[in-house]
């Protein structure tokens, strides 16, 4: 299984970007996908994720109601919506696979490359 993560890149602070993650093979509607971002010189942390049948989202308080997680369920593809950016949203964004729900790191199997988000004017 392969993730292609894409869509980063410099914006300024209040500006927005899509991420998008496309699999290399079929998700199942019993998977998980999330975002996941690591910020320089901290732990990677839980920003999205959606189930992937029924599409339900979850969304960390700290990107809530600025961040959107969205699905092409036949394009296998999950994007990540990013509004009103924040320098501290500046992190490499990374997105993977998990056989069910899940906000832990280690509970995901399959993982994309990354693509950094610098958010500064």
């Known amino acids: 299984v392969q993730l292609q993560a894409s869509g980063g890149g410099l914006v300024q602070p209040g500006g927005s970007l899509r991420l998008s993650c496309a699999a290399s093979?079929?998700?199942?509607?019993?998977?998980?996908m999330g975002w996941f971002r690591q910020a320089p010189g901290k732990e990677r942390e839980f920003v999205a994720g959606?189930?992937?049948?029924?599409?339900?989202?979850y969304v960390a308080s700290s990107v809530k109601g600025r961040f959107t997680i969205s699905k092409h369920s036949a394009k296998n593809t999950v994007y990540l919506q990013m509004n009103s950016l924040k320098p501290e949203d500046t992190a490499v964004y990374y997105c993977?696979?998990?056989?069910?729900?899940?906000?832990?790191?280690?509970?995901?199997?399959?993982w994309g490359q990354g693509t950094e988000v610098t958010v500064s004017s």
């Open positions: 993977a696979i998990a056989r069910s729900y899940s906000t832990v790191q280690s509970e995901y199997d399959y």
């Open positions: 093979v079929r998700i199942y509607s019993s998977n998980f």
């Open positions: 959606i189930k992937w049948g029924v599409g339900t989202t």
